[in-house]
Nanobody
């Protein structure tokens, strides 16, 4: 059974940073592309960033240059470092896997975590 558990969300002021983690089990983590999505109230779920098994990452334009994804294959964990946070980054952040590399559609990913709330105050 695949499980994805996110952590690290919270309340931060604009310009601040947070680091999200996603611990995975039940899948071949080292060969899986992992992805981050977010959903704000009243909005559709949107792609944030993804990281291939090799460690190469890709991002949505809205976060490129501010967010960085990394992974620790020994710990089956993927991270999302979020810097220069803006109020518009406020959302529930979800980890998903496995996802087709480079694909940004939520429906393309098989499993999802429960999400972690990120709130950025102005």
């Amino acid at each position: 059974q695949v499980q994805l558990v996110e952590s690290g969300g919270g309340l931060v002021q604009a310009g601040g940073s947070l680091r999200l983690s996603c611990a995975a089990s039940g899948l071949t983590f080292s060969s899986s592309t992992m992805a981050w999505f977010r959903q704000a109230p009243g909005k559709e779920r949107e792609f944030v960033g993804g990281i291939r098994w090799s460690g190469s990452a890709y991002y949505a334009d809205s976060v490129n240059g501010r967010f960085t994804s990394s992974r620790d294959n020994a710990k089956n964990t993927v991270f999302l470092q979020m810097n220069s946070l803006k109020p518009e980054d406020t959302a529930i952040y979800y980890c998903a896997a496995p996802c087709p590399p480079g694909v940004v559609a939520p429906r393309a990913c098989d499993y999802w975590g429960q999400g972690t709330q990120v709130t950025v105050s102005s």
